[in-house]
């Protein structure tokens, strides 16, 4: 049963996380109390969010781009709307993926997109922009922009690639033999 289950999680687990976000974030929304044209235009950025999270290590920047913009617009949206906490949570599933899975230029606007983001999200925050939102929003981007870069280097240093699937590693493994 235990190897079943690492198994399933290593193929499946992409999916399988943005599907438990996605279903975090339908029922916050469900359970807002805002008309139901509303609930379903957020619903509807939801399953966006939770698609591009389960393609997060092959796009990156498209969960990262889809949250900068979902966020510009958030402005515009009922105050309640703001309420959902699973989206910091696909925030920082963006961050930490944009972080761990690109490289070279593409990291390069990965840290500006983020660093966007980071304005974006004091500027939008009720209490405006002080010192403690400062430190805030700097550990929340912060906090899984360097633990992905750090995963990244050690992965980068022990020869694995976060493109390969488990069963093509254990046959490159096999063939290195």
């Given at each position: 049963?235990?190897?079943?289950?690492?198994?399933?999680?290593?193929?499946?687990?992409?999916?399988?996380?943005?599907?438990?976000?996605?279903?975090?974030?339908?029922?916050q929304i469900w359970l807002l109390?805002?008309?139901?044209?509303?609930?379903?235009?957020?619903?509807?950025?939801?399953?966006?969010?939770?698609?591009?999270?389960?393609?997060?290590?092959?796009?990156?920047?498209?969960?990262?781009?889809?949250?900068?913009?979902?966020?510009?617009?958030g402005a515009a949206l009922p105050k309640?709307?703001?309420?959902?906490?699973?989206?910091?949570?696909?925030?920082?599933?963006?961050?930490?993926?944009?972080?761990?899975?690109?490289?070279?230029?593409?990291?390069?606007?990965?840290?500006?997109?983020?660093?966007?983001?980071?304005?974006?999200?004091?500027?939008?925050?009720?209490?405006?922009?002080?010192?403690?939102?400062?430190?805030?929003?700097?550990?929340?981007?912060?906090?899984?922009?360097?633990?992905?870069?750090?995963?990244?280097?050690?992965?980068?240093?022990?020869?694995?690639?976060?493109?390969?699937?488990?069963?093509?590693?254990?046959?490159?493994?096999?063939?290195?033999?």
């Amino acid at each position: 049963m235990r190897d079943q289950l690492v198994t399933f999680i290593q193929r499946r687990g992409d999916e399988t996380l943005a599907t438990g976000l996605t279903a975090v974030a339908l029922v916050q929304i469900w359970l807002l109390d805002e008309s139901a044209g509303a609930r379903l235009a957020a619903s509807a950025g939801a399953v966006a969010l939770g698609i591009a999270a389960a393609r997060r290590v092959r796009m990156p920047l498209v969960l990262l781009g889809l949250l900068l913009i979902g966020s510009a617009a958030g402005a515009a949206l009922p105050k309640r709307l703001g309420d959902i906490e699973a989206i910091g949570l696909f925030i920082l599933l963006a961050v930490y993926s944009a972080a761990a899975h690109t490289s070279g230029r593409r990291t390069l606007l990965a840290g500006a997109l983020t660093f966007v983001l980071y304005i974006t999200a004091m500027a939008t925050d009720p209490e405006g922009i002080n010192i403690a939102a400062v430190i805030f929003f700097a550990l929340v981007f912060g906090g899984p922009w360097v633990a992905g870069r750090a995963i990244r280097h050690r992965r980068l240093k022990s020869g694995g690639s976060s493109t390969r699937r488990p069963k093509q590693r254990r046959r490159s493994s096999r063939s290195a033999r």
